[in-house]
Every structure is written in structure tokens, then in C-alpha cells.
């Protein structure tokens, strides 16, 4: 008994671990900002404006972002934080002091894996089941944002739609004032080509059938003959239609999914449960892969805490400005390297992929935590100095 290290005092151990909790939290809130900002500016502040958007549905969409990269947040943060809080510890002096009392700075392997086994839990349950959800109610408030906008007339730029009955652009009027204008391209028949165009158009509905009706003013419908499969294309249909269609006023009842496209959440692997995905990844390849993957990146979880401890041990007051950045990349490389070695064993099916991932992660853990246990002196010793 008495050659046995001891534990971490209860109180010391709640105060790390407290202390690694706010640290998370200001962490993931910073990578959050990041991203959404980031999603902004890369087009959805874009298309929330050309629909204009009800600011309602525009926060909605951008809570519903948040999870979407959680489950790599995570483990980055937990490495971060982690390190952090261990680097305040060591400079003060604390890892010797509980040296003295027979405590090995070693011993802080059970409690930051205790705090990474707590993290993947939170990765299983918000990138298994929150982030599914959540990227399925991205899609159908901005399917609802659009089809608001076409059926209120409020869209206010140029807008280009690929719709199940052909491309659909839609010009607003001077100031936003009477029915756009509509510019429809259909492929009618082998070898047919449809262009309809209207000065004005409306969508009203759906009605207790679930359809909607496009009502076209002062219209055109022009049906043109493509060339022949040899012949070279121009990218301009024949300027003689052979057919045409003139006319002020008419309306089509269309199914909704016509105008503004929804396909139901079964058809997108990543709006699929982690309970979804295990139903039927052992027939469906692409979900056996995304099960592996979120899988895989809990397990992340557990190795970011041991490789903030063993990049702690590597800290000195030269290279304390990217020992941490180069923790970071290694975690990162380590979610790449595994991914694609993941999609190379999918075909050996479920049971055995989840067993090959489990067996890889606890030999990353053992190894880490035998190479921390061996620097416990390194992680100890202050190497920043004090003023």
C-alpha cells in the first residue's frame, strides 16, 4: 500500500476539474463564433437577404449551425483547456507539492481521463442526435424562408432555383413593387426544350390537397427542337420555336416540391441518428462509414486530454508560443489519418469496424498515457520561470 501513488485529493480534483469546464465552455463559445461567422460570410447572409428573411427564421438558422461542428470542437477544446489549466498548476508550484505527499503528477491520468470519458459522452449524445436533428431544421426553415419569400413577392435580387421541373430564375421588380418576373427552362421531351417566360408571377397556397398554384401574367411558352446527338451545341437553342403560346393570364397546380425542392430526412446520411445509422449500416456502406466516423471522433475525446499533458511536458519558456498550436494539429491529424484508414476497413461490416476502432483508441490511450507517466517528471518541473 504504501509503494501505491495516491489519488488526487477530492477538493484539488474538483477544482481542476471545474476550472477545465469554463475553459471548455469559453473554447467551444469562441470555435462557435468562428463558425457561424464564417457560414455567414460564405453565402447564408447572402441568401437570407436575397429572400429577406424574417430575423426569427434568420436565428433560428444559426442556432441550428452550432452543432454541426461540434463533435470536433470538442475534443479541441477539452485538449486547450486542459492544457491550460495543467500549465497554471505546474508554474505555481502545485504538481511538486503534491509530489511531496506521495502524489505523482502521473496521477493526473485518471482525472483527465475521467474528464475526457465525460466529453465523449457529450460528442455521442450532441453529434449523434442534437446535430442530425438540428441540420434537418436548418434545411426546413430555409425551405420555409424561401417559399415565403416566392409566395410574398419579397425576394429582392436575382435569384437562379434548380427545381424538379426545370431552372427557375426569378427577377425582382424596381423597389420590390408587383409580381416578379419569371424565366422557367424545362426539358420537355427527348429531344424538346421548353423556355417559358412571364413579365409577372405568383404562388399562392398550399391548399388542403398540398398543392400550390403558379400563376403566370403576360406570358410566353416557346418549345424548341434540340440539335441532333452528333451535332455541336451552341449553348442557345434554334432561334424558331416550333411551337409557341402566347397569353395574359394563366396558372398551373403544382406539388410544392416542384417549386422549391425538400427531400425528407432519410435520403441525407448526415441528418441520420447514430441510432439510425447502426439500424442500417450493415446494408448501406455510406452509413457505416458515418457511424464509424462519429464513433471515432468521441473517441477523440479521451486522447485530447493525454496530449495536452504530454505536450505540457515538452513546455519551456522558448517554445511555449506553438507546442500547443502543434498539440492541436496532431489531434487534427490524428481524426484525419483515422478517418481514412476507417474507409478502408468498412467493408469487414459493423460489429468488426467498431471493434477495430475500439481496440485502435485504447492502444492510442495506453500509449499516450505510458509515455505521460514516463515524462511525470517533465510535467512537474516549471519551465516558464517566475517574474
Known amino acids: 500500500m504504501a509503494g501505491q501513488p495516491r489519488r488526487f485529493p477530492h477538493q484539488q480534483a474538483k477544482r481542476v476539474i471545474r476550472d477545465v469546464v469554463i475553459q471548455v465552455a469559453l473554447v467551444l463559445l469562441l470555435i462557435e463564433c468562428v463558425f457561424v461567422s464564417e457560414k455567414l460570410i460564405s453565402g447564408l447572409l447572402e441568401e437570407v437577404l436575397k429572400i429577406r428573411a424574417p430575423l426569427s427564421k434568420t436565428l433560428m438558422m444559426m442556432v441550428a449551425l452550432l452543432p454541426e461542428v461540434f463533435e470536433l470542437a470538442l475534443p479541441t477544446a477539452v485538449l486547450i483547456a486542459v492544457y491550460r489549466v495543467t500549465l497554471a498548476m505546474r508554474e505555481d508550484r502545485e504538481f511538486l507539492m503534491l509530489s511531496s505527499l506521495g502524489i505523482p503528477p502521473h496521477g493526473l491520468i485518471r482525472l483527465v481521463l475521467a474528464i475526457g470519458l465525460g466529453a465523449q459522452i457529450a460528442t455521442l449524445a450532441i453529434g ?17 424562408a424561401q417559399y415565403n419569400a416566392l409566395t410574398g413577392n419579397t425576394v429582392s435580387a436575382n ?21 416578379p418576373r419569371l424565366f422557367v427552362r424545362q426539358d420537355d421531351e427527348p429531344g424538346r426544350e421548353r423556355i417559358i417566360v412571364a413579365n409577372g408571377a405568383s404562388l399562392t397556397g398550399p391548399g388542403d390537397s398540398g398543392r400550390v398554384s403558379l400563376h403566370l401574367f403576360d406570358f410566353s ?10 451535332a455541336p451545341r451552341t449553348g442557345r437553342p434554334p432561334t424558331a420555336p416550333f411551337s409557341s403560346l402566347r397569353g395574359s393570364s394563366t396558372s398551373q397546380s403544382m406539388v410544392i416540391d416542384d417549386v422549391v425542392p425538400f427531400d425528407p430526412r432519410s435520403r441525407h446520411v448526415a441528418e441520420q441518428t447514430t441510432a439510425e445509422l447502426f439500424m442500417s449500416a450493415g446494408a448501406d456502406p455510406l452509413h457505416r462509414l458515418e457511424l464509424g466516423k462519429r464513433i471515432g471522433r468521441s473517441l477523440l475525446c479521451l486522447l485530447a486530454p493525454l496530449i495536452a499533458i504530454l505536450a505540457l511536458s515538452f513546455t519551456t519558456r522558448l517554445n511555449q508560443a506553438f507546442v500547443l498550436p502543434l498539440a492541436c494539429a496532431g489531434l487534427m491529424a490524428t481524426e484525419i489519418v483515422g478517418t481514412a484508414a476507417l474507409a478502408g476497413v468498412t467493408w469487414i461490416g459493423v460489429v468488426p469496424m467498431l471493434a477495430f476502432l475500439i481496440i485502435m483508441a485504447t492502444g492510442l490511450t495506453l500509449a499516450m498515457a505510458s509515455l505521460v507517466a514516463a515524462r511525470s517528471s517533465a510535467v512537474a518541473r516549471p519551465g516558464l520561470g517566475r517574474s
Do not use: H, Q, W
Open 221 to 230: 411558352v416557346d418549345e424548341f427542337a434540340l440539335p441532333a446527338a452528333g
Open 159 to 179: 435569384r437562379l432555383i434548380e427545381t424538379r421541373i426545370g431552372t427557375v430564375a426569378v427577377t425582382p421588380r424596381a423597389g420590390g413593387d408587383g409580381n
Open 128 to 144: 449523434g442526435f442534437v446535430d442530425p436533428l438540428s441540420r434537418y431544421a436548418f434545411r426546413l426553415v430555409m425551405f420555409s
